[in-house]
């Protein structure tokens, strides 16, 4: 299984960009696919899952109501939009995926066992 990350890059606050995940070697609409982020010197937090129905979508609080995150099944990827970033927004972004996650577990990067090598987003004020 592999999950290829793209769509980084370096923007200045109050732009957007689109993050894309495509995944290969897995049976894509059978996993729940998710985005975490790592700044420097900080853990790595939850951004936003979608399960594999497609119908149980989470957000963390810091970007709820400014992303979307959707899936492709056709394609084997996963977007993410972010729009009116902010600079802290800035870290690099994973993208994650399991075949089974609980909606209670959506949220949580150890129920995901496939991970992404991650795209830098920088956002300058």
């Known amino acids: 299984v592999q999950l290829q990350a793209s769509g980084g890059g370096l923007v200045q606050a109050g732009n957007s960009l689109r993050l894309s995940c495509t995944a290969s070697g897995l049976t894509f609409r059978s996993y729940s696919l998710a985005w975490f982020r790592q700044a420097p010197g900080k853990e790595r937090e939850f951004v936003a899952a979608i399960k594999s129905g497609g119908a149980s979508i989470a957000y963390a609080d810091s970007v709820k109501g400014r992303s979307a995150i959707s899936r492709d099944n056709a394609k084997n990827t996963v977007l993410l939009q972010m729009n009116f970033l902010k600079p802290e927004d800035t870290a690099v972004y994973y993208c994650?995926?399991?075949?089974?996650?609980?909606?209670?577990?959506?949220?949580?990067?150890?129920?995901?066992?496939?991970w992404g090598q991650g795209t830098q987003v920088t956002v300058s004020s």
């Open positions: 994650a995926g399991s075949r089974s996650v609980i909606n209670s577990s959506m949220r949580l990067a150890p129920a995901y066992n496939y």
